[in-house]
């Protein structure tokens, strides 16, 4: 099949977060299978290593060729060539709509252009496209939309339609309390509907976790699947984990100026955001640091959680690590140095370093939500499966006694042994996903 994955992040190009991951290791793994893939981003000022291929009216498409099968290509215009790609120092760029709705334009008349069989779209940044291409090509290549998160929507003002090719009618039978939003737009345009993992998609259906569009996603339940994302083995995997898993730890300890002595080491590697549990974590931090344990933080976010968390360092040096960065080498090092990694999410589509970790024989601790909830099992509710430590309420106190269990847990060397060897030998692989993939690009071209 020919296929065109649009998305505003994708490793190695840019990324802020697992979106970046999802899109990029699909794509391989599709032309791996023999599909021919096209991806598309916005050609951002760090983009490096391309080429011309294509001069359009107003823009031009830059490429990077992978191989015979994998193409990246790039949308360059000057709306596009800034450091950042939604924002710089903590702000979002004012002119996102244009951005990312001028990109969706780009995405689908290219994609006609190119003869493609279905298209891709991924989050709201692309959610305009399956409009575009209803509107202007009556939809005669099918379109699958595919939500990362729900939480962030793309919502703009009425008039900000006007700023598109087809001006601001269109919009009007897809607005949400009168405003535009393109994640709405994109679940109720596109052909067929899927999140990252299966219990995200029965979570959204509902109030608690619908972030208010779960009846726009009930209307669609026909045509909603659920598709857990695979993760970039040739990245996440080191050969021998488990023998040098001592090694990588002292590794990391000194890395970080921690002493390297023999207590459980918790890592967490996260954007800094409320989705992802920080305001039970930080009430529960001065108890789980009063442990003999060591704990190193990597992250971003949110200003008032880096104070919180400084503030917290202060208390108890030698014992937290704080890296307020976006870090890739420092994150290997830690999901694979560390024992435990700590995933205390309030919702959480799927989750990648839960994954990542396990396949590094680290510990996962996460709570029983989305993604997390289908690849962690606990070990002590699941003797024979079990792979981790999982909590159900979202509460500082669950979470606390998640980390107590662990810090019992690393006491027992043969437990510890079973459920790092299990964590390795989970498979984590694209190559199923991307299977599930296919068939639903089938179903959908069949469909039209
Ligand atoms: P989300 O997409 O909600 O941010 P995921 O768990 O799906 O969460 O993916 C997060 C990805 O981003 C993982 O690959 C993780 O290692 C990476 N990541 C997050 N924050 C950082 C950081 N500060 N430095 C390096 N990598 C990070």
Same mark, same amino acid.
């Given at each position: 099949?020919?296929?065109?994955?649009?998305?505003?992040?994708?490793?190695?190009?840019?990324?802020?977060?697992?979106?970046?991951?999802?899109?990029?290791?699909?794509?391989?793994?599709?032309?791996?299978?023999g599909n021919e893939v096209y991806t598309f981003l916005p050609r951002y000022g760090m983009i490096k290593g391309d080429e011309l291929f294509l001069k359009k009216d107003?823009?031009?498409?830059?490429?990077?060729?992978? #191989?015979? @099968?994998?193409?990246?290509?790039?949308?360059?215009?000057?709306?596009?060539?800034?450091?950042?790609?939604?924002?710089?120092?903590?702000?979002?760029?004012?002119?996102?709509?244009?951005?990312?709705?001028?990109?969706?334009?780009?995405?689908? /008349?290219?994609s006609y252009e190119l003869g493609v069989d279905v298209i891709h779209l991924n989050d709201w940044h692309t959610g305009y496209g399956s409009l575009y291409s209803l509107?202007?090509?009556?939809?005669?290549?099918?379109?699958?939309?595919?939500?990362?998160?729900?939480?962030?929507?793309?919502?703009?003002?009425?008039?900000?339609?006007?700023?598109?090719?087809?001006?601001? /009618?269109?919009?009007?039978?897809?607005?949400?309390? @009168?405003?535009?939003?393109?994640?709405?737009?994109?679940?109720?345009?596109?052909?067929?509907?899927?999140?990252?993992?299966?219990?995200?998609?029965?979570?959204?259906?509902?109030?608690?976790?619908?972030?208010?569009?779960?009846?726009?996603?009930?209307?669609?339940? /026909?045509?909603?699947?659920?598709?857990?994302?695979?993760?970039?083995?040739?990245?996440?995997?080191?050969?021998?984990?488990?023998?040098?898993? /001592?090694?990588?730890?002292?590794?990391?300890?000194?890395?970080?100026?921690?002493?390297?002595?023999?207590?459980?080491?918790?890592?967490?590697?996260?954007?800094?955001? &409320?989705?992802?549990?920080?305001?039970?974590?930080?009430?529960?931090?001065?108890?789980?640091?009063?442990? &003999?344990?060591?704990?190193?933080?990597?992250?971003?976010?949110?200003? $008032?959680?880096?104070?919180?968390?400084? $503030?917290?360092?202060?208390?108890?040096?030698?014992?937290?690590?704080?890296?307020?960065?976006?870090?890739?080498?420092?994150?290997?090092?830690?999901?694979?140095?560390?024992?435990?990694?700590?995933?205390?999410?309030?919702?959480?589509?799927?989750?990648?370093?839960?994954?990542?970790?396990?396949?590094?024989?680290?510990?996962?601790?996460?709570? $029983?939500?989305?993604?997390?909830?289908?690849?962690?099992?606990?070990?002590?509710?699941?003797?024979?499966?079990? @792979?981790?430590?999982?909590?159900?309420?979202?509460?500082?106190?669950?979470?606390?006694?998640?980390?107590?269990?662990?810090?019992?847990?690393?006491? #027992?060397?043969?437990?510890?042994?079973?459920?790092?060897?299990?964590?390795?030998?989970?498979?984590?692989?694209?190559?199923?996903?991307?299977?599930?993939?296919?068939?639903?690009?089938?179903?959908?071209?069949?469909?039209?």
């Amino acid at each position: 099949m020919k296929i065109a994955i649009a998305a505003s992040e994708f490793f190695p190009f840019a990324k802020v977060g697992g979106l970046a991951d999802a899109v990029s290791s699909l794509a391989t793994a599709l032309a791996k299978r023999g599909n021919e893939v096209y991806t598309f981003l916005p050609r951002y000022g760090m983009i490096k290593g391309d080429e011309l291929f294509l001069k359009k009216d107003g823009y031009d498409v830059h490429i990077i060729k992978k #191989n015979d @099968n994998l193409r990246h290509l790039f949308i360059k215009h000057p709306i596009y060539d800034r450091e950042g790609i939604y924002g710089e120092k903590g702000k979002d760029y004012p002119d996102m709509f244009e951005r990312f709705t001028f990109f969706s334009e780009c995405v689908i /008349d290219l994609s006609y252009e190119l003869g493609v069989d279905v298209i891709h779209l991924n989050d709201w940044h692309t959610g305009y496209g399956s409009l575009y291409s209803l509107k202007k090509y009556n939809k005669k290549i099918p379109v699958l939309f595919t939500i990362h998160n729900l939480a962030y929507q793309g919502v703009f003002p009425f008039e900000f339609g006007d700023k598109t090719k087809l001006g601001k /009618d269109v919009f009007k039978d897809y607005l949400h309390h @009168n405003m535009i939003n393109l994640m709405k737009t994109g679940i109720l345009c596109s052909d067929a509907v899927n999140t990252v993992s299966e219990t995200y998609a029965k979570e959204i259906l509902t109030k608690e976790y619908g972030e208010g569009l779960e009846e726009v996603l009930n209307s669609r339940k /026909d045509s909603l699947f659920g598709i857990i994302n695979g993760i970039d083995e040739e990245v996440w995997r080191v050969p021998d984990i488990l023998t040098k898993k /001592d090694e990588y730890k002292k590794e990391l300890q000194g890395f970080v100026g921690f002493e390297k002595k023999d207590v459980p080491l918790f890592g967490l590697i996260s954007r800094l955001v &409320d989705q992802k549990g920080f305001d039970i974590l930080l009430k529960c931090m001065d108890d789980f640091l009063s442990m &003999d344990v060591q704990f190193v933080l990597l992250g971003t976010g949110d200003p $008032k959680y880096h104070q919180e968390i400084e $503030k917290i360092g202060e208390r108890h040096k030698g014992k937290i690590s704080i890296n307020l960065k976006f870090d890739e080498e420092l994150a290997l090092k830690i999901y694979r140095g560390a024992d435990f990694f700590l995933m205390p999410s309030r919702f959480e589509p799927c989750g990648l370093g839960q994954m990542i970790s396990l396949i590094n024989a680290t510990i996962p601790i996460v709570r $029983k939500t989305g993604g997390l909830a289908d690849t962690v099992k606990d070990f002590e509710n699941d003797i024979e499966n079990g @792979n981790g430590i999982v909590f159900s309420e979202y509460s500082e106190k669950e979470l606390f006694n998640s980390i107590k269990r662990a810090v019992e847990l690393y006491k #027992n060397k043969d437990k510890m042994k079973v459920l790092r060897e299990r964590g390795v030998n989970s498979d984590f692989s694209w190559s199923r996903s991307a299977g599930e993939y296919e068939k639903i690009y089938k179903f959908i071209k069949e469909k039209i």
